[in-house]
T-cell receptor, first 115, second 109 residues
Framework: DAGITQSPRHKVTETGTPVTLRCHQT?????MYWYRQDPGHGLRLIHY???????DKGEVSDGYSVSRSKTEDFLLTLESATSSQTSVYFC??????????????FGNGTRLTVT | KNEVEQSPQNLTAQEGEFITINCSYS?????LHWLQQHPGGGIVSLFM???GKKKHGRLIATINIQEKHSSLHITASHPRDSAVYIC???????????FGQGTRLTINP
């Protein structure tokens, strides 16, 4: 158990509402990632973080923002949810050496449905 | 463009068979990862390798840098091995993974 908790595990929300997903780690690892997983697309990177207040965009960042004010928490916000953001969201962490030298550890995922 | 291609997309086999899943990638990777995802479940890291071969129980991962190819083998397959297996690459200079589409493996008893 790599000590990663995602919350909520399931959420249904309406189009146009803001939504925040939380990823919490107890490992004090530097690198954190948010992915979405959709049929036919596999895992796609939304945003990632090198450390506190250090974040960068991934390949599908439009409509999403992130914040990392503490090492242990990485928040993903859908500013105005759309039906195309219905997906399963995974948080992952890597050790201080990053994915060049260490594996990713994934959270259990958040299933988000936008109606 | 840095890509990762897996084959086959789907694989069905009988219990006990030897399984091979393939992964090809572009030049310049730092590391190659194999992940496992059971139906409705989370994602688990199986291997991370940059050369040679690694073994864990009945699972073996190999990588051939010259051919830009990696394989995941499962010996004496079992129905509990049924899952999606995902290959991912870390390209040099990057701290993020490029994922393949996954291989859905079904082992029938």
């Amino acid at each position: 158990d790599a000590g990663i908790t995602q919350s909520p595990r399931h959420k249904v929300t309406e189009t146009g509402t803001p939504v925040t997903l939380r990823c919490h780690q107890t490992e004090n690892h530097r690198y954190m990632y948010w992915y979405r997983q959709d049929p036919g697309h596999g895992l796609r990177l939304i945003h990632y973080s090198y450390g506190v207040k250090d974040t960068d965009k991934g390949e599908v960042s439009d409509g999403y923002s992130v914040s990392r004010s503490k090492t242990e928490d990485f928040l993903l916000t859908l500013e105005s949810a759309t039906s195309s953001q219905t997906s399963v969201y995974f948080c992952a962490i890597s050790t201080n050496k990053g994915v060049v030298d260490s594996p990713l550890h994934f959270g259990n995922g958040t299933r988000l449905t936008v109606t | 463009k840095n890509e990762v291609e897996q084959s086959p997309q789907n694989l069905t086999a009988q219990e006990g068979e030897f399984i091979t899943i393939n992964c090809s990638y572009s030049v310049g990777i730092s590391a190659l990862h194999w992940l496992q995802q059971h139906p409705g479940g989370g994602i688990v890291s199986l291997f991370m390798l940059s050369s040679g071969k690694k073994k864990h129980g009945r699972l073996i991962a190999t990588i051939n840098i010259q051919e830009k190819h990696s394989s995941l083998h499962i010996t004496a397959s079992h129905p509990r091995d049924s899952a999606v297996y995902i290959c991912a690459a870390t390209y040099q200079g990057a701290q993020k993974l490029v994922f393949g589409q996954g291989t859905r493996l079904t082992i029938n008893p």
